[in-house]
């Protein structure tokens, strides 16, 4: 790992280190007597309405320009110059619906119009404001909101600057993934013309690094190399950015594909921002999931389930530190004739801009991570057969962990992928940021709220947090898939006017989390009007399977109070029952399965052994293959299905390495071969050999901005607990059975198998 700062460490962006990088120098340009006269400089902008005018003040910089390149023409930096300018077109979106267009200038490559630029191009802003509204809390507001447009457009941004002119006034900001803090107090134009110069001629002349670009994403331009590459444990891999949070706040994470350049195998790296007091979270998670033998962390048939972790590092970059140029003397120099500025290797974290004293923040590392298989989004499935098969691997990723002592804590669409393996469609379980202890006290994050099981809503849960959890909220993200999505390949439904219950599972704005447990709540008690009817067509046929998994994960009485008589009844049933299945030895297969039944029946989730609950998923799930090949094959629908255009561009996507080996420090990984689709993929169910399902629908094909707005319609809400406890006691919410007649109808059924348990004991043995 990489050493800390130095104690010699300078801040990046002082103004004596900026100087001393610049090939003009300030002085220079202050003796230009067409730029300035006496304490004044000629052509800085007037006031008009109050406001400056901001096309004077980009001619201004602009004069500032051409005169640095007057005194040093040879300078490469102002060859390749930037422009500070007006005529920016994008807006400022506030709370999704106000728009604000920018009061001032963007910074950009010379060679990019305004015009045409959008945020992904802006380097910097410059905000112009009166003298009355500088201190205006809206213009905070404002600076924050150009900071998070830039954030959200370019995901390899560490740092923003943001500048802020006050009629004769000039303040810098600076945001990074912990917040704003104020870089340079304001500065008077006219009375400290060379701090005022070091800020605009650092601006335009010094490397993007020092304007918070990662220096670790390069170009080979130069050689006639398109693309963006990164080095990881010292392979080097051309990366496309895939995925990032568009949050200035929190860990910034960033997925890319990287195709390594030494095999060509295709990976995902994972950029995030985390606590530097502690290892990355996912890292240690991801290591412990993984020891043991490969079988451990695959199905049955031994395909990968949970992602394997190539490498992982805290990102280094170089830093400027005074170093000393003596022989003798202390380890740091005392003064700055006895050393001289360097750039250093040095971890990357926050607080390579905050002074020492400023950690109210906290420090946040720049973590990097490399895994493999590198796969697609659950909602780009491609076939009815494909959904089940990633749906079912989900549920052995859940197993996994659970034997493994971990709770994924964030099971949502959003860390359900699908991959292809040996030409089958399988599902991966990703993220592990959230994933937790099974003994750990939950005092943290939970993850996407519209997911979340109603036991975390709870206020006072009788049932410990576990991975009874993680499978209904697979069941939320199941009705969520086949209700707001018409089909294969992240096809988007066209919904009725009117409320679509999984939409509104995560809450309006200002709702509690008692709100949110009641709306849920009515939604699973009345799940087949509710939820079940709104399924989109080509998911009709999945209505039988969603109806059994909504009675195991919800029955029998897991949301509905208890008195303490029935619930003394129902842990000596609890009890009976578990202790029958303990002893299946000699018991024949049925036997064992007509246990297992009664348990399903008669136990909520959380007191049926963990082998039962995933037994009864998975055969759930096997039961719904086989009955979508029968169904293809009853239709005599021909397996010689044309293949979508967006399946061949996932399967160009999806090659990822079949092994993998780190030797000496170096990736040393075999490329998969790509196997040839001439057709649409077989799923193999029960023996039987089923095309991939083709929607019987017209659909309409999502846009980029479709998807773009998914990501912000689906903003994951988090909900804090301070000690969770358990979950109450609570009944079955079977589909079409009110919570009236479910309750009376448990109790019939009950007390007739406690008078049948009764009469059996009392029975007289025959002799």
């Not at 800390?4 to 003796?31: C, G, H, R, T, Y």
């Not at 994050?445 to 410990?464: E, H």
């Not at 990984?669 to 083709?694: D, E, G």
Request: proline residues 5%; contains cysteine.
């Amino acid at each position: 790992m990489p050493p800390p700062p130095p104690k010699a460490f300078i801040n990046p962006l002082i103004p004596e280190l900026i100087e001393s990088l610049l090939p003009v120098k300030p002085q220079q340009i202050i003796d230009d007597t067409n730029l300035r006269r006496g304490d004044q400089w000629v052509k800085w902008p007037g006031r008009v309405d109050k406001f400056h005018n901001a096309s004077g003040l980009d001619v201004f910089i602009s004069g500032i320009a051409e005169a640095a390149r007057r005194i040093a023409p040879t300078s490469v930096s102002l060859k390749r110059g930037r422009q500070w300018t007006c005529g920016f077109r994008d807006k400022i979106v506030i709370n999704e619906e106000e728009e604000v267009k920018l009061s001032g200038l963007v910074l950009l490559d010379s060679h990019i119009h305004a015009k045409d630029a959008t945020w992904k191009d802006v380097m910097s802003v410059m905000n112009i404001v009166d003298k009355e509204g500088r201190y205006d809390t809206e213009l905070d507001g404002l600076i924050a909101q150009c900071a998070e447009h830039i954030f959200d457009a370019q995901p390899g941004r560490r740092f923003v600057p943001v500048f802020l002119v006050a009629e004769d006034d000039l303040s810098i900001y600076v945001f990074d993934r912990t917040g704003p803090m104020q870089y340079m107090d304001a500065v008077n134009v006219h009375k400290e013309p060379k701090e005022f110069l070091i800020a605009i001629l650092g601006t335009l002349l010094l490397d993007r690094r020092e304007l918070g670009y990662d220096p670790t994403l390069y170009h080979k331009d130069e050689w006639g190399v398109e693309g963006t590459f990164m080095k990881v444990d010292g392979v080097e891999y051309e990366v496309t950015d895939i995925y990032h949070e568009g949050r200035m706040h929190g860990r910034g994470t960033v997925c890319w594909k990287g195709v390594s350049q030494v095999d060509g195998s295709v990976v995902v790296i994972k950029d995030q921002w985390t606590d530097i007091s502690t290892k990355n979270k996912e890292v240690d998670i991801l290591e412990h999931l993984n020891k043991g033998e490969e079988s451990s962390v695959c199905a049955p048939d031994g395909v990968r389930v949970i992602p394997k972790l190539i490498a992982s590092e805290v990102v280094t970059i170089k830093a400027p530190a005074l170093v000393k140029t003596q022989e003798d003397g202390e380890d740091v120099p005392t003064t700055k004739s006895e050393s001289e500025v360097q750039f250093v290797n040095v971890r990357d974290t926050t607080a390579l801009l905050r002074k020492p004293d400023d950690e109210k923040r906290g420090v946040l590392a720049h973590w990097r991570m490399v895994m493999t298989p590198f796969a697609s989004k659950v909602q780009e499935f491609p076939s009815l057969t494909g959904i089940i098969t990633i749906l079912k691997d989900i549920v052995h990723a859940i197993r996994i962990l659970h034997s493994k002592g971990v709770m994924h804590h964030d099971i949502s669409h959003y860390n359900m992928m699908w991959y292809y393996h040996e030409g089958a469609v399988r599902g991966l379980l990703v993220d592990y940021d959230g994933a937790v202890s099974s003994d750990t006290n939950f005092e943290s994050d939970w993850g996407t709220l519209r997911f979340v099981s109603l036991n975390i809503l709870t206020k006072s849960p009788a049932y410990p947090h576990c991975y009874c959890e993680d499978l209904e909220s697979l069941f939320y993200v199941m009705c969520y898939l086949f209700t707001v999505f018409d089909g294969p390949y992240n096809t988007r439904a066209k919904r009725p006017p009117g409320l679509v219950d999984v939409t509104e599972w995560g809450g309006d704005e200002g709702a509690t989390l008692s709100d949110i447990y009641s709306y849920k709540w009515n939604s699973v008690i009345k799940c087949e009007e509710r939820v079940f009817s709104k399924f989109a067509p080509y998911f009709e046929g999945l209505k039988d399977c969603m109806r059994r998994l909504h009675r195991l994960v919800f029955g029998p009485n897991n949301y509905f109070p208890a008195t303490s008589a029935q619930e003394k009844k129902y842990r000596t049933r609890a009890e009976r029952l578990v202790d029958r299945y303990g002893k299946r030895a000699g018991k024949s297969e049925q036997e064992v399965e007509d246990v297992e039944q009664e348990i399903n029946d008669r136990l909520r989730i959380w007191d049926r052994p963990s082998d039962v609950v995933f037994k009864s998923f998975l055969r759930v799930f096997d039961d719904t293959l086989e009955e979508l090949g029968r169904r293809e094959v009853a239709n005599g629908e021909s397996v010689e299905v044309e293949e979508s255009p967006k399946l061949k561009k996932l399967v160009k996507t999806q090659v990822a390495p079949a092994n993998t080996e780190i030797q000496g420090g170096n990736l040393n990984m075999t490329k998969a071969k790509a196997k040839p689709f001439p057709q649409a993929p077989m799923q193999v169910c029960r023996n039987v050999p089923v095309a991939l399902a083709q929607n019987t629908r017209k659909r309409r094909a999502s846009s980029e901005n479709e998807n773009e707005n998914e990501n912000e319609e689906l903003e994951r809400g988090r909900c804090k607990r301070v000690k969770p406890l358990a979950a109450p006691l609570q009944p079955s919410a079977a589909a079409n059975v009110s919570m009236a007649d479910m309750g009376k109808e448990m109790k019939e059924h009950y007390d007739s198998k406690e008078r049948d348990e009764n009469n059996v004991a009392h029975k007289p043995t025959a002799s």
